[in-house]
C-alpha cells in the first residue's frame, strides 16, 4: 500500500483537481485506489458520480477509526472515496477540543513522519489549461478528456502519464488504451 497526501495551507492551488485526476488516472491504470476528502471544502467528495454512496465517511473513520460503513464507490471502477461529511462540526473544529487536537496530532505523525529521503522535488508540471476544468465539469478524469494537443504543452494524458513516472515508477501505465482506461486483461483485482 503507498500513501500520498495533497496537502498545502492555500486555497485555490489545485489540490482538489490533482487528487481527483490522479486517482482517476491510477484506477484507469488498474491500480487500486481509496481517495480521502479531508477538505472543509468536500468538493472532493462530488467531483465523480457515487456508484454506490456508504453511510458514512470521514467523521466517522476519525472518530471511531473504523472504514466500515465508510467507504463509497465511484462511478470509475477501482476508485473509491471517504467522502467529507462533519455533521456536528467535530473534524473542522480541531483547535476547540482535546480529543480534537489528539486526532490532528495522530493525523499529522501519520502524514508527516520522517521522510528517511522519501520526500522529492518532481519534474512534472501540469498545464494550467481549461481541460482541467472541463474534466471537473464532465466529472471525468482529465486523461479521458484530453488524450492529444497542439501546441507547446503537453496533453493531460502525457502530464497525468509523466507525474505517475514520476511519483510511482512501478506502475504500469502503458496498459491504458484509447478510450484512456487500461485494457481489462491488465486489470490487478
Do not use: W
Not at 15 to 29: H, P, S
Amino acid at each position: 500500500m503507498i500513501i500520498l497526501t495533497v496537502c498545502s495551507t492555500k486555497g485555490g492551488v489545485g489540490k482538489t483537481t490533482l487528487t481527483a485526476n490522479l486517482g482517476g488516472f491510477l484506477a484507469d491504470a488498474g491500480q487500486r485506489v481509496l481517495l480521502v476528502d479531508a477538505d472543509i471544502q468536500p468538493t472532493l467528495s462530488s467531483y465523480y458520480p457515487l456508484a454506490q454512496q456508504a453511510p458514512a465517511g470521514l467523521h466517522q473513520l476519525i472518530t471511531t477509526g473504523n472504514s466500515q460503513g465508510a467507504i463509497s464507490q465511484t462511478s470509475i471502477p477501482g476508485l473509491d472515496i471517504v467522502v467529507s461529511d462533519d455533521p456536528d462540526g467535530l473534524i473542522y473544529r480541531m483547535d476547540t477540543t482535546v480529543d480534537a487536537a489528539d486526532v490532528a496530532n495522530t493525523l499529522r505523525r501519520a502524514a508527516f513522519g520522517e521522510s528517511r529521503g522519501g520526500i522529492a522535488i518532481l519534474d512534472t508540471v501540469l498545464p494550467s489549461t481549461v481541460v482541467y476544468t472541463e474534466a471537473a465539469t464532465a466529472q471525468q478524469p482529465v486523461h479521458r478528456i484530453e488524450r492529444l494537443r497542439r501546441g507547446p504543452s503537453q496533453s493531460a494524458l502525457e502530464a497525468m502519464t509523466q507525474l505517475v513516472g514520476e511519483l510511482l515508477p512501478h506502475i504500469d501505465v502503458d496498459l491504458i488504451n484509447e478510450s484512456g482506461q487500461v485494457a481489462e486483461q491488465g486489470r490487478a483485482r
